[in-house]
């Protein structure tokens, strides 16, 4: 699932305006709306969202859907429609029709079969007489609520029934008539997109276009990752049905196989194909999603004449378009290319790739290689330097596909050097894309496998895997390596030494090797000779200092890394990620938020070719836990998906913990309480050693600890601490939850020595955050034992160490506890004022969770909740019909929904699904909300009745009085 709450537009919003504003017209007489767009596109549920909304007002609703298999048959589209009603009425409502009316109709509808008392021709061949009968019928039927009629799939309706359609456009029925029809474009839309043409009546025509991303992303909730999304936005093009199914089947990449149900679908569009044109679509496939008819000509084996032709079928179809390049055509989603594709036989796309590979000869690498790639086989020493050739052009654009295309140059080449050198490039390339588990088991194997290769490449390979051995979370086999190979390195080439002593370093960090870490880090600093190697080492021993709460070396540090950063080039970014990460990951657990911003932000503003590297995801990551601690969690939430996403695919997995648990904070914040203990947990599964298993179950602990699901005793909390925390400011956190664990068992004493602990460590590193911990920890102690004045002025401290450090979320929260204390101490209207600041921080930066405490904090002092800010445009009138600006009203002046249905005539169905499209037009989500609005746009128009507002205390406008009207 996806870790943000999207609140995207609803889909096809525009559009479902549209037909309300016909279905308003109808209330005082005959109008229409018509829906064409592709399969697939959402016309049937825009009809059926229009009918429900007919219904609760009291309309009857009656549907009927074309059948291609009955198009033959005179009438079938209004039988499917009435008929099945009309056997359910007695004889009054159709007494009134006369007999020969009546007749005619049940020449036309099998229900009514034992009524025709006469003998006269068929209705099909005296039509007229039908379409009176059928006109009469339905006045009969709208009277006196009114009737939708809802008829689906137009394009297979048949004759007959298209005429009756036609009639009724052109002679306005008596009585209230909505006519809702939908078809799919294409060449079976014949006739229909004429029949808006007979009438003067009003209505309206949609043309469904492709579904805009804001809007399409609402089905793409259930699929985590924004890149996934992306992708699924792209293959689908905008289409509602291919957007939900690929989400139900869980989001993947769905280029391999689509779910049977889409499957299903357009296996009926290419039944509808002529033998020609299903070969070059198929064919279309091999060559592309993009293609041009010379290369397609050449795989399908045809004419140029029988090629035109069978394109032409195929545009006309709407499977195709064409481009602005002349006889280059395009699928209409890509999605469409891939099923195609999948629904050919295996040989065929051997075949075709043959073909198109043949046909491409002369042309460059690249487009040679996505078919030599589908059907060379091994020995081929040929294919395989094209594709070596293509692999090392590709490798600054798409990594992926190079280190597949290299995969792939390797099982086809003969020669032992030319096989190793594929395997190299693999690795490098699956590295470069951020597929980490498939470079480390290339490199793994080129070790394996050396061909007395020279000293100084071994180490360089080494070195290689070292690195992803690091970041795939294997810290215990890089030690290893790292240990031996630094016994071989050359003492003398020193940038070896310090690359090599900083990856120990980082695995020794990542075990929670202090010692190990500190010495290494001091080690590569003293061979580091360029500014990155220096940045780097001054990071790690930064890190090390920290870890022993030595903050005069760890600033010392800190300086020196910032120095050598003003040095570093950005060109030299891509090749050196490590020297930014470092110091930046330095700069958040010293609590400088901004800075470590900053630093991130230079190495993911940086323009490189290949959006897919292995630093992005802990660059995110540590721009995401800045962003949180800065009180900005919407920003932090799209940073930390994106980084979630790509450790899940293999770039730097043994980030994915830490990403997922900062994602469960920010559920936290959000008041989401299931979201957040089911990130903690999958955060906990995901760690890959005992010691990273250690750490993020404290840290998950934690986080179920402040939603409730586990509970806060000290027996608990104590057990977390099997690993100490790595910096100053995680055990100031700790120590702070331990006390509050303490106090919540009446353990005074042990919540005293927890504070005390915290105080120690705040004063030995002068940390904006450890002190926050600290004063917090001392403020509950203090509230705990009813001292008012001192747990006031220990938390407003801590408020303050908290503003200091940019954190606006931890220090509003302090101000909770400061509230508190004032309220114990009798000052209830200090505590008020000092709630109202925390509320509207909490408001401001989005920490729902706290904004509501202060809320009920709030209203527990016995003062009003302020009502938040209402998203409108205060030039604007509020964009709603008199029936919603009725409801609104009456919202605003207290009413419930049941007291609003009984002066309005309505039923409370009714009013809920008013006061739904009134929430998701305004973007609101509270009554509160909406009566702030009404307020504000009284204000602005004193005179409901000047401003052309229904006044919502008189009469409501019933059907009767509409007609009258």
């Given amino acids: 699932m996806s870790i943000i709450d999207n609140t995207a537009a609803t889909p096809r919003r525009r559009e479902l305006d549209q037909l309300r504003t016909v279905f308003d017209r109808a209330g005082a007489g005959t109008a229409w709306a018509f829906v064409r767009g592709d399969p697939g596109s959402g016309k049937t549920w825009l009809l059926n969202a229009v009918a429900e909304e007919a219904a609760g007002e009291g ?401 360089e390979l080494a070195r290689r895997l070292a690195m992803v051995e690091f970041l795939t979370g294997h810290h215990t086999r890089t030690r290893e390596r790292v240990r031996a190979l630094r016994t071989e390195a050359d003492s003398a080439d020193a940038e070896a030494v310090a690359l090599l002593s900083a990856l120990g370093a980082c695995a020794a960090a990542q075990a929670g ?37 030595a903050m005069n070396q760890a600033l010392a540090a800190r300086a020196a890394a910032r120095r050598e950063l003003t040095l570093v080039c950005d060109r030299e970014l891509p090749t050196h990620p490590e020297a930014l990460l470092v110091p930046a990951l330095l700069e958040l657990l010293m609590g400088d938020y901004a800075e470590a911003i900053v630093l991130v932000d230079r190495l993911l503003s940086h323009r490189r070719p290949a959006p897919a590297v292995w630093w992005r995801a802990p660059a995110l990551w540590i721009a995401a836990r800045a962003r949180l601690a800065l009180g900005e969690p919407a920003e932090a939430e799209e940073l930390v998906e994106a980084a979630v996403e790509l450790a899940e695919e293999g770039q730097a997995p043994a980030v994915l ?80 939850c331990a006390a509050a664990a303490a106090l919540g068992e009446n353990r005074f004493d042990e919540a005293d020595e927890q504070a005390r602990a915290a105080e120690d460590v705040a004063r030995a590193t002068g940390l904006p955050m450890a002190t926050v911990h600290a004063r917090r920890a001392r403020a509950m102690v203090h509230l705990a034992r009813r001292e008012a004045a001192a747990a006031a002025e220990s938390a407003r401290a801590a408020a303050r160490s908290a503003a200091t450090a940019g954190a606006r979320v931890e220090a509003a929260r302090d101000m909770l506890t400061e509230a508190a204390a004032l309220a114990l101490g009798g000052n209830r209207a200090g505590a008020a004022t000092v709630l109202r600041v925390a509320l509207d921080e909490f408001r401001d930066c989005g920490a729902v969770r706290y904004e509501r405490e202060a809320a009920r904090e709030l209203r527990r002092l016995g003062r009003r909740t302020p009502l938040g800010p209402v998203p409108t445009v205060a030039d604007q009138r509020l964009p709603l019909s008199d029936r919603e600006w009725q409801i609104a009203e009456l919202v605003a002046a207290g009413r419930t929904n049941r007291q609003i249905a009984a002066a309005l005539l309505l039923s409370a169905k009714t009013v809920e699904t008013h006061l739904t499209r009134i929430f998701g037009k305004l973007g609101i989500t509270s009554r509160a909300l909406l009566a702030r609005a009404v307020e504000r746009e009284r204000i602005r128009r004193p005179a409901t009745q000047a401003a052309g507002r229904p006044d919502a205390w008189s009469a409501p406008r019933t059907p009767a009085r509409r007609r009258a009207g």
């Fill in 59 to 459: 309309f009857l609703v009656l549907r009927g859907r074309g059948s291609e298999y009955e198009r033959h048959v005179p009438f079938s589209l209004l039988v499917h429609a009435l008929d099945d009603y009309l056997d359910g009425l007695g004889g009054d409502l159709l007494a009134g029709l006369g007999d020969n009316r009546v007749a005619d109709l049940a020449r036309v509808f099998p229900s009514l079969s034992g009524r025709d008392q006469t003998c006269p021709q068929a209705a099909q061949d005296n039509n007229y007489r039908a379409h009176r009968a059928i006109r009469a019928l339905v006045e009969r039927l709208a009277e006196p609520s009114g009737l939708v009629l809802v008829l689906d799939d137009l394009q297979w309706a048949d004759r007959e029934s298209v005429a009756f359609l036609a009639h009724l456009l052109e002679r306005q029925p008596k009585g209230r008539l909505l006519l809702l029809a939908a078809w799919r474009s294409g060449p079976c839309e014949g006739p229909l997109v004429g029949l808006c043409l007979c009438t003067e009546q009003p209505g309206v025509a949609v043309e469904l276009e492709p579904l805009p991303d804001r809007e399409a992303e609402t089905f793409l909730t259930a699929v985590r990752g924004p890149r996934r999304r992306a992708e699924l936005l792209r293959l689908c093009g905008g289409n509602p049905c291919y957007l939900r199914a690929l989400a139900e089947q869980g989001g993947g990449r769905p280029v391999d196989r689509l779910p049977d149900r889409l499957v299903t679908v357009l296996r009926w569009e290419l039944g509808r194909l002529s033998e020609p044109a299903r070969h070059l679509l198929t064919s279309a496939a091999i060559v592309g999603e993009t293609f041009h008819l010379e290369l397609v000509r050449a795989v399908n084996g045809t004419t140029d004449e029988q090629t035109l032709l069978a394109a032409d079928e195929l545009v006309s179809s709407g499977l195709i378009r064409e481009t602005d390049v002349p006889r280059e055509f395009a699928f209409r989603q890509p999605i469409v290319r891939h099923g195609v594709y999948q629904l050919a036989s295996p040989g065929r796309r051997v075949s075709g790739h043959r073909r198109a590979a043949e046909a491409l000869r002369g042309a460059s690498a690249r487009q040679r290689a996505v078919h030599l790639a589908a059907f060379a086989t091994p020995p081929d020493p040929e294919a395989a330097a094209t594709l070596t050739e293509a692999a090392r052009e590709t490798m600054d654009v798409d990594p992926a596909r190079a280190a597949e295309w290299f995969r792939t140059a390797r099982a086809l080449e003969r020669d032992p050097v030319a096989r190793h050198e594929a395997l190299l490039g693999q690795g490098d390339a699956a590295a470069a894309a951020g597929l980490l588990q498939q470079a480390r088991a290339a490199y793994d194997r080129a070790w394996s496998h050396e061909p007395g290769r020279r000293p100084d490449d071994r180490l």
């Fill in 513 to 549: 090797d202090s010692a190990e870490l500190r010495r290494l880090a001091a080690e590569s600093l003293g061979h580091a000779r360029t500014p990155p190697a220096r940045a780097l080492a001054n990071g790690l021993v930064g890190l090390g200092q920290l870890q022993q709460h």
């Fill in 657 to 736: 913990p830490w990403a997922l648990l900062t994602a469960a904070e920010l559920r936290t914040l959000a008041d989401d309480d299931d979201g957040a203990v089911r990130l903690a947990l999958e955060a906990v599964a995901a760690t890959g050693d005992d010691t990273s298993r250690a750490v993020a179950e404290q840290w998950a602990t934690l986080v179920r600890i402040d939603v409730g699901d586990v509970v806060a005793d000290l027996e608990t909390v104590v057990a977390l601490r099997r690993v100490a925390p790595v910096d100053p400011v995680s055990d100031g956190a700790w120590r702070c």
